[in-house]
């Protein structure tokens, strides 16, 4: 037995499909089928059922499977902790990240992080909640930023910051005149709003009770995932959108004079680093949220957390 043979079989075990694990793991299929088959051998078990498309895990095989993902986090432990005695950081992150945080926050911290830690390595997705839950779980990501809470079993959250939800209204809609916002003041027939799937959206229909109220009468509704595109048809066709704090960083003066607060309490939405509970690489986690709280805005990080949405 072998660690590639074990990674090998955890590689099956997520992508359910010998040629998709072969690409995972940079090898050929054959190389891959033959070391799956020879731990077969060895062990004197099947561990999967190849005459199931995709293929899965016999009863035996998922034992196999777990107690092989267990080894390889701590190889991973190992690893991290002979380059912590060695005084560096190194190593392979792999991280994914939301759609409406990644375009605000990552041109934030990158640079400085990649800079600063040279022979440590990002590989960052953009995945949605949801994604990312599973990712961790199936060991493809080593760690998340979303937003929370989550109250998943088996993921520990680590809060970052928390940003204020804002109001973006055109100078056409009756908000316009108004200096701060309550819930109840919105409109749902006039509310852009992102695409199902998204954890924002469904803060946004929690904060305006958009399930109990109607969105009726109108006669156009667009729904997409970026909210750069929401900001821009509210620019255009009238009407209010609702965005994080982040997305206003660079944003033109012009634009800016558009935006309008939520009164006291605002609502905010929690944005943390999400880990496994038995997770590894500990040190690079830590880098990178060391990273991130130096590049969000003084404002942002003062922010307190009295008004969290529910997800």
């Known amino acids: 037995m072998t660690l590639t043979q074990l990674e090998y079989i955890v590689a099956l075990d997520t992508c359910r499909h010998f040629t998709l694990a072969a690409d995972y793991c940079h090898v050929t299929q054959?190389?891959?089928?033959?070391?799956?088959?020879?731990?077969?051998?060895?062990?004197?078990?099947?561990?999967f059922d190849r005459s199931r498309q995709p293929v899965i895990p016999t009863a035996l095989g998922i034992d196999v499977i777990n107690y092989a993902r267990n080894i390889l986090i701590q190889k991973e432990a190992l690893l991290e902790w002979i380059e912590y005695r060695k005084g560096t950081l190194t190593g392979e992150l792999r991280i994914g990240i939301i759609p409406t945080l990644a375009p605000y926050l990552l041109p934030l911290f990158i640079q400085q992080f990649t800079k600063k830690h040279e022979k440590a390595k990002l590989i960052i997705s953009e995945i949605t909640t949801d994604g990312i839950i599973n990712a961790l779980k199936e060991g493809t990501i080593d760690a998340g930023i979303l937003v929370t809470p989550l109250q998943q079993k088996g993921i520990k959250e680590?809060?970052?910051?928390?940003?204020?939800?804002?109001?973006?209204?055109?100078?056409?809609?009756?908000?316009y005149e108004k200096n701060y916002v309550l819930a109840q003041d919105i409109d749902p027939n006039t509310l852009w709003l992102l695409e199902e799937g998204h954890c924002f959206r469904s803060q946004i229909e929690n904060l305006c009770e958009l399930r109990k109220r109607s969105r009726t009468g109108s006669h156009f509704e667009y729904e997409t995932g970026s909210i750069e595109t929401l900001i821009r048809m509210v620019d255009v066709n009238d009407g209010i959108t609702i965005i994080p704090e982040l997305a206003t960083v660079n944003m033109p003066a012009k634009q800016l004079q558009l935006i309008r607060k939520f009164k006291s309490p605002v609502p905010v939405r929690e944005v943390s680093i999400v880990v496994q509970r038995d997770f590894v690489k500990k040190r690079l986690i830590d880098a990178l949220r060391e990273s991130i709280l130096l590049a969000v805005p003084e404002k942002i990080r003062k922010n307190k957390s009295a008004n969290i949405l529910a997800i």
């Open 158 to 175: 680590y809060a970052l910051f928390y940003e204020e939800m804002l109001v973006y209204v055109s100078k056409k809609n009756t908000l």
């Open 30 to 47: 054959p190389t891959l089928s033959m070391q799956i088959q020879k731990l077969e051998e060895e062990l004197g078990i099947v561990i």
